[in-house]
């Protein structure tokens, strides 16, 4: 099973940017798919963004043009680049794949 710990969230104005980080064990991690998914108070845990082991990436159409999802297999992590925040974009923010448990995620808030 492989487990995960996000980091990189905070308070950010509107028109920031963050850079998350999806650190990962497990020797399976490069052979998985991994997608970066958020969760705001009262609504449902959605995905955000994806990326194949072979690089493919696939955003929501709420973020597309302004996060870019990384990977990097030989440091067993996920990045998400989030450009022109939003208050919209205020969540809980995860990384999850298949056979990975979900960690405790990062809060991101969008605030002035």
């Known amino acids: 099973q492989v487990q995960v710990v996000e980091s990189g969230g905070g308070l950010v104005q509107p028109g920031g940017s963050l850079r998350l980080s999806c650190a990962a064990s497990?020797?399976?991690?490069?052979?998985?798919?991994m997608g970066w998914y958020r969760q705001a108070p009262g609504k449902e845990r959605e995905l955000v963004a994806y990326?194949?082991?072979?690089?493919?990436?696939n955003y929501a159409d709420s973020v597309k043009g302004r996060f870019t999802i990384s990977r990097d297999n030989a440091k067993n992590s996920v990045y998400l680049q989030m450009n022109s925040l939003k208050s919209e974009d205020s969540a809980v923010y995860y990384c999850?794949?298949?056979?990975?448990?979900w960690g405790q995620g990062t809060q991101v808030t969008v605030s002035s």
């Open positions: 999850n794949g298949a056979g990975v448990d």
């Open positions: 497990g020797s399976i991690f490069s052979i998985i798919s």
């Open positions: 990326i194949t082991r072979g690089g493919s990436t």
